[in-house]
């Protein structure tokens, strides 16, 4: 769902579940966008808080969380063997990330602001 095509992507993904919610929603926005998740989510549903890209500070709509009776979870960045067993098993699995657009280290700064600008898919990378 391109969230920037439909603002309303919650009742959107709502309608294209036929009105029932989806299981679990993976929220990387944080309070400016939870609101949608919680949308979006089905009855007993879960949400997993994983980012806070919108701000650390924000209303929740506490009365819609509890009608749907929604489990929110906040998870943190594990450590340094997280991530190396993480990267190990794509690499045995073949997943591939989208890569959008990669740019040198000295393209550094103009790396920041295409992320800025955010019309980017996937992932921006820096070759060093």
């Not at 400016?32 to 890209?53: D, E, F, H, K, P």
């Not at 924000?58 to 960045?77: E, F, H, R, S």
């Amino acid at each position: 769902m391109n969230y920037k095509a439909e603002p309303e992507w919650g009742s959107a993904v709502n309608a294209w579940s036929g009105e029932k919610g989806v299981d679990h929603v993976v929220e990387v926005g944080g309070p400016a966008t939870l609101a949608q998740s919680i949308n979006a989510c089905r009855v007993n549903g879960n949400i997993v808080l994983i980012g806070v890209l919108t701000g650390v500070k924000g209303d929740i709509t506490t009365a819609a969380l509890m009608a749907k009776q929604i489990n929110l979870k906040g998870i943190i960045v594990g450590s340094r063997e997280h991530q190396n067993d993480f990267v190990n098993a794509l690499e045995a699995s073949g997943i591939k990330p989208v890569i959008d657009t990669s740019f040198s280290l000295d393209e550094l700064a103009k790396a920041f602001e295409y992320e800025v600008n955010g019309k980017h898919f996937g992932k921006i990378c820096i070759d060093i």
